[in-house]
T-cell receptor
Framework: GAVVSQHPSWVICKSGTSVKIECRSL??????MFWYRQFPKQSLMLMAT?????????EQGVEKDKFLINHASLTLSTLTVTSAHPEDSSFYIC???????????????FGPGTRLLVL | AQSVTQLGSHVSVSEGALVLLRCNYS??????LFWYVQYPNQGLQLLLK??????LVKGINGFEAEFKKSETSFHLTKPSAHMSDAAEYFC???????????FGSGTRLSIRP
């Protein structure tokens, strides 16, 4: 099946630093990528939707200046958490939507997630 | 607007027993519905999806779900639970393949030996 990778899988950083998370679709071109955030024992909350070459659309309550999203190509999107603080500690999951494996319609595939811990 | 409600944040069944995880949806248009499974510290894996074809959908690992429009439900079942089924399960909805997916709050499934 289609594969979406995330790098790094986990990261620990000091408060005030910025952290970049990469999301790649490995065997298909993703017309749209999504970034989710998941707190412990909670559901996934959509943060933003991005289309290649255009600005991301952020969900209500998500600070666009804090969570910078760059969808540079059809296979790569990055999420940068700027000036990270302990409350930004969370599990970040990306998703890529595209045609993969001969599928007749676009499907959304999820990455394995990145765990961020801000000290 | 679309939404899903998962009844029961935690379900515990004995190994070999029936698994039933409940999901009700709200949608003003015909929905696409999904069930995902998440193992600890991992991403999501698609179990099955309903996209307006057959109302009874069979997925991986022996799971299946039935779309019941009259009850606005999409409950997930498995005839016989296995220890490896212990995980978090999420019901999700969207209204087209091009739209964002909205997730339910999740149900943690525990399996008793």
């Amino acid at each position: 099946g289609a594969v979406v990778s995330q790098h790094p899988s986990w990261v620990i950083c000091k408060s005030g630093t910025s952290v970049k998370i990469e999301c790649r679709s490995l065997d298909f071109q993703a017309t749209t990528m999504f970034w989710y955030r998941q707190f412990p024992k909670q559901s996934l909350m959509l943060m933003a939707t991005s289309n290649e070459g255009s600005k991301a659309t952020y969900e209500q309550g998500v600070e666009k200046d804090k969570f910078l999203i760059n969808h540079a190509s059809l296979t790569l999107s990055t999420l940068t958490v700027t000036s990270a603080h302990p409350e930004d500690s969370s599990f970040y999951i990306c998703s890529a939507r595209g045609l993969a494996g001969g599928a007749g319609q676009e499907t959304q595939y999820f990455g394995p997630g990145t765990r961020l811990l801000v000290l | 607007a679309q939404s899903v409600t998962q009844l029961g944040s935690h379900v515990s069944v004995s190994e070999g027993a029936l698994v039933l995880l409940r999901c009700n949806y709200s949608s003003s248009v015909p929905p696409y519905l999904f069930w995902y499974v998440q193992y600890p510290n991992q991403g999501l894996q698609l179990l099955l999806k309903y996209t307006s074809a057959a109302t009874l959908v069979k997925g991986i690992n022996g799971f299946e779900a039935e779309f019941k429009k009259s009850e606005t439900s999409f409950h997930l079942t498995k005839p016989s639970a296995h220890m490896s089924d212990a995980a978090e399960y999420f019901c999700a909805v969207t209204y087209s393949s091009a739209s964002k997916i909205i997730f339910g709050s999740g149900t943690r499934l525990s399996i008793r030996p």
